[in-house]
């Protein structure tokens, strides 16, 4: 008897251990603008649910790309509507897991020394203000945060003054670094961004009417097992949207 019940402690030790070996990481792409409260929001999730995530964080674009390309990802979550639509478009998403997870605001920002003013709104004198200098921003053509700028310029009939003067980022963060650094005079990047960088001030916010709103969609990854969709879950409870407003994101 004695003999039996060691043999099935062993055989459940062994079949934990296994388990435990088994259990694989949530592997998350998210948008750049998500680094710091996606952190925060994967360490509770990890305390509540027992499941270690690996965030992979790079533009919106990117990340979309990779995924079509096959890369091993469990959850999406962009920086805006149009690349979740891509990865919809051809299947690579669960269409039953596309949430809206938060929203953000565009501002124009200027290294934390400068002394810079200028209002936002039509007409603004913003080559004047870069004074030779270049606009930091992400390439519209595919950065979601260089997208939404350039529809805010557009708005206030400033584009064609400045499209040949952009400092064309791959991510809102590496824009944010080169006025962070001063070696732009001006950046255009997320609410959320300026807040977490010291080195910068906010000049002024871009007007909500001249920009598509700014959306995080999050979705699971076609394939990816039930942690993907407890993690977009997740994102939608009542700790994440806390922890979202926390960090300046919109409901």
């Known amino acids: 008897m004695k003999t039996l019940r060691s043999c099935l402690l062993l055989?459940?030790?062994?079949?934990?251990?296994l388990a435990h070996a088994e259990q694989k990481d949530l592997v998350v792409f998210a948008a750049s603008s998500l680094t710091d409260v996606l952190n925060e929001i994967g360490n509770a999730f990890t305390k509540q649910n027992n499941i270690p995530i690996k965030f992979s964080f790079a533009a919106s674009s990117a990340l979309a790309r990779q995924i079509e390309s096959g890369a091993?990802?469990?959850?999406?979550?962009s920086a805006d509507t149009q690349w979740m639509d891509y990865l919809q478009s051809r299947d690579l998403i669960e269409r039953d897991t596309h949430e809206s997870v938060a929203g953000n605001r565009l501002v124009l920002?200027?290294?934390a020394g400068s002394t810079i003013q200028l209002r936002i709104e039509a007409h603004m004198p913003i080559v004047r203000a870069l004074n030779g200098g270049r606009l930091?921003?992400?390439?519209?053509?595919?950065v979601p945060v260089g997208k939404y700028a350039q529809a805010a310029l557009m708005s206030l009939s400033v584009w064609d003054e400045v499209a040949d003067r952009l400092v064309r980022a791959d991510n809102v963060r590496s824009?944010?670094?080169?006025?962070?650094?001063e070696e732009a005079p001006l950046g255009i990047v997320y609410r959320t961004d300026a807040r977490m960088q010291s080195s910068?001030?906010?000049?002024?916010t871009f007007p909500l009417s001249s920009h598509p709103p700014i959306v995080y969609p999050a979705a699971a990854v076609k394939g990816a097992d039930a942690s993907a969709r407890s993690f977009v879950h997740f994102?939608?409870?009542?700790?994440?949207?806390a922890l979202f407003s926390k960090y300046g994101f919109e409901p």
């Open 11 to 17: 055989l459940f030790i062994g079949f934990a251990t």
């Open 72 to 77: 091993p990802a469990g959850v999406f979550v």
């Open 109 to 111: 920002i200027a290294p």
């Open 136 to 142: 930091a921003t992400g390439d519209p053509a595919s």
């Open 175 to 181: 824009a944010l670094a080169f006025v962070a650094r």
């Open 200 to 204: 910068v001030r906010v000049v002024g």
């Open 235 to 241: 994102l939608k409870g009542t700790t994440a949207q």
